[in-house]
């Protein structure tokens, strides 16, 4: 098929087909780690206190503490102002970070609020495996759940847990940072030796692994620390930050062990030939020429 001028349309490069499959493989590694907000039933107003602090109070610089203690007391208001009645089958409490969900408590309550009335329910939950499990910053959410064990209303707030260096959390962050490490040092030697592909995408998919992996470590450290509150708003920026900095650091440097002569993927001309297939081409065409 041809256009107005009479020409065939030209195809899309290959290198900007190639970044279009990369981001769409990132897209679906990443869009499920986002965080969904749930649609609250209309008329529903709640509000949720842990050892007499309310959720809304808790904010980035003042955190809820937590793990001091072997339990918490929870508070929930639930305000049915909408026209059929509200049933919640229980409450959850977890802490997630990039996808990954480290603690979680859940407490089965069973309330049914009539049209136009409201409850209150009290309760302990039992967090005294919490300093084993996590450490430092970590976004949490209140989770309110239905009979159909689907989400009906969530509110987000940042956790400090006062728990141990060798929790799930801790010991996950060092075993990231132990396998960066093999990662980058594999590198460093392939550099070293030359060995890098000459590829610039092949190069620069060599390197993504090793940005990716500082990120996370990144994330955790600073969480560890006390720092940063590792939500999405946070640990996505990073990842991209790091890992596309390590991808196209491999892409630009020249470091393959033969990038004084250019690929076939990265040759500039239109047909994707070589210069070495040209000449070739070009001293069959001669020698037919003399016969």
């Known amino acids: 098929m041809t256009g107005s001028n009479g020409r065939a349309p030209r195809a899309l490069p290959r290198w900007l087909g190639r970044l279009l499959a990369v981001l769409m493989v990132a897209a679906f590694v990443v869009l ?9 039933p209309p008329g529903l107003e709640w509000s949720i206190s842990i050892d007499g602090r309310n959720l809304e109070t808790v904010t980035r610089t003042d955190p809820l503490q937590l793990g001091s203690s072997d339990s918490a007391r929870v508070q929930l208001d639930l305000t049915n102002g909408g026209a059929e009645e509200l049933k919640i089958r229980s409450v959850r409490i977890e802490g997630q970070v990039i996808g990954m969900t480290f603690f979680s408590y859940t407490t089965r309550l069973d309330i049914v609020v ?26 949490t959410s209140a989770v ?33 940072a132990g396998i960066t490490a093999v990662v980058l040092a594999g590198l460093l030697l392939a550099i070293r030796r030359r060995q890098l592909p000459t590829n610039r995408w092949q ?20 969480s560890a620390l006390r720092l940063l509150v590792p939500n999405a708003w946070w640990w996505l920026p990073i990842l991209l930050l790091f890992g596309g900095g390590a991808f196209l650091l491999g892409y630009f440097l020249p470091l393959g062990s033969g990038d004084e002569q250019p690929s076939e993927d990265d ?9 070495e297939e040209k000449a070739e081409l070009s001293e069959l065409f001669e ?5």
């Open 32 to 40: 499920p780690a986002l965080p969904a907000s749930a649609e609250e």
């Open 114 to 139: 009539p049209a136009g009335q409201q409850t209150q329910r009290r309760f302990d939950i039992d967090i005294s495996d919490l300093s084993r499990q996590a450490t430092g910053l970590l976004p």
């Open 144 to 176: 309110l759940i239905g009979p159909d064990r689907k989400t009906v209303a969530e509110k987000s707030f940042p956790v400090d847990v006062r728990g141990s260096a060798v929790s799930i959390y801790g010991a996950f962050g060092l075993a990231m």
């Open 203 to 222: 190069r620069g998919l060599r390197f993504l692994p090793s940005g990716l992996g500082i990120g996370v470590v990144l994330t955790f450290t600073l």
């Open 267 to 275: 040759s500039d001309s239109p047909d994707g030939e070589s210069d």
């Open 287 to 291: 020698q037919q020429q003399g016969n």
